[in-house]
């Protein structure tokens, strides 16, 4: 029946999928654009190959209301759902029955009152055609799929779910306790997820490419806005619009800041001013939902005195450091390790540090300076994957996280692969209150000079952050431009 009243020109929704002419479908129907059908099919056929048996469930997201139920924060699609099933709505699961070769697309056709207040919707025949997928349900049936592989005693694999409605459904499908079911999710899932996921496609680069391209914007418009007397939140305030007047939105709460020694501030409250330091970590996610993360930190007014380009001539060497050494064969953990060493000697010549650098990164000195690792994965998560969680995605048998400080922040320490996107991301911050803890426990006074270290505390932070592809050679970095970077590029772009 909706099917019918529906048509175009005698054409069915899916014909228009299946047409060139996708902008008149995206047109009425409000429909994001996506990959290749062929490109889910072929996504899930991987997937299936890396499992044993039962059945694979890939739970979509739903509205997440703010204040009240009607009004919903903006939608964000599940990742994963995404990447096997394609559609970015509410009210979907995806069911790949390894056993029996068969999939399943559940959601709910919508109904008159629907189409009054959303408009006209393609079925979910449709929808689930539009990936691959020939049988498709009401979403109600999903308990009655999920129940008889129970009864069965059927492996059911599900990630770990991090929504709560969808901890509540879990309960609901499985039996298992809503509090219980992320510690049930299945680790050989979560590893074959994380391997096709981790390795970029063509496809998926481009896309992070094009977020870049939206990151360079955002970065050069915040470079051009930093004087004193505007507001943090002001020019905060125009990236997000920059990022969805592309079509959607930030990759994450954005940073910016005057009080970068923060590593994730989110207060915009107060006015630049002349003399500190602009600490900007933002990001944009395309409209196909994969993201950029770029970190720039310049000088208020747009002239850098020579104590911030002393520390941010470092913060550069680090960064240089990495995009130099990251490439197919070589772990991100030594990566992050050479890069500690390069701010470790930079820190030494200054005064900051002291005696033997290999001792000093060693022993987890510098980490007063760099509290947090070099970087991560990123695709359709900013930091990808990390709803599988870190270990998986982040480390493996062979490099195991640590627990030293600093060091145990690193999200990502394992070997590279081409394919690969990850962040590269040093800083430098003087953090007054780690300073006076570590300076009162005597820690690592062999290889820190708490006298001079003491002058600096004033000075806020610095934190310089690129997304690169590891390739076959070594890397590239993501986006047609880079974002300036040098103190006089940075200082040119600012003049404006
Ligand atoms: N750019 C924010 C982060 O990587 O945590
Ligand atoms: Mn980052």
Known sequence: MFFQDTRIENKTFFSYFCD???????????????????????????LRERMSNGLILILGNNEAPANYPDNTYKFRQDSSFLYFFGHSHPGYAG???????????????????????????P???????????????????????????????????????????????????????????????????????VSLRAVKEQCEIDEIDKACNIGYEMHTTAMRLCKPGVSEQYIAGILEGIAASHGSMTSFATILTQNGQTLHNHDH?????????????????????????HTRTVPVGGKFTQRQ??????????????LELAKPGITYKSVHL???????????????????????????????FMPHGLGHMMGLDVHDMED????????????????????????MGRRLQPGFVMTDEPGCYF??????????????????????????????????EDDILITPEGSRFTGEKRIPIKVEDVEEIMKD
């Open 123 to 193: 079925s979910i025949k449709e929808l689930a055609e539009r990936v691959g997928v020939s049988k498709s349900f009401p979403f109600d049936k999903l308990k009655d799929v999920i129940g008889k592989a129970l009864s069965q005693r059927r492996k059911v694999h599900f990630l770990p779910p991090y929504r709560y409605d969808n901890m509540m459904l879990l309960e609901d499908l499985t039996g298992i306790k809503a509090s219980m079911v992320k510690t049930h999710a299945s680790v050989e899932l979560i590893k074959a997820v």
């Open 338 to 368: 050479d890069v500690c060493k390069v701010l470790a000697q930079g820190l030494k010549d200054l005064g900051l540090m002291k005696g033997n650098i290999d001792e000093a990164v060693a022993a987890g000195a510098h980490a007063l």
């Open 388 to 411: 599988l969680g870190q270990i998986y995605v982040g480390y493996d048998d062979e490099v195991r996280p640590s627990d030293q400080f600093g060091l145990a922040s690193l999200r």
């Open 95 to 121: 069911v790949i029955d390894i056993d029996n070769n068969e999939e399943y697309f559940f959601g709910n056709d919508v109904d008159m009152d629907d189409i009054i207040w959303m408009g006209p919707q």
């Open 431 to 464: 953090i007054p209150a780690l300073i006076d803890k570590w300076r009162a426990e005597g820690m690592h006074t062999d290889f820190l000079n708490y006298d001079v270290i003491e002058k600096y505390k004033d000075f806020g932070g610095i934190r310089l």
């Open 309 to 322: 380009k002393d520390i941010y001539n470092i913060v550069y060497s680090c960064h240089q450091k990495a």
């Open 20 to 46: 060139s002419n996708i902008t008149i479908y995206k047109l009425l129907y409000n429909i994001t654009a996506m990959f290749e059908t062929l490109t889910y099919q072929k996504r899930r056929q991987a």
């Open 269 to 293: 409250s107060h006015i630049l001013q002349e003399g500190r330091l602009m600490l900007t970590d933002a990001g944009a996610e395309n409209i196909n939902n994969y993201c950029s993360d």
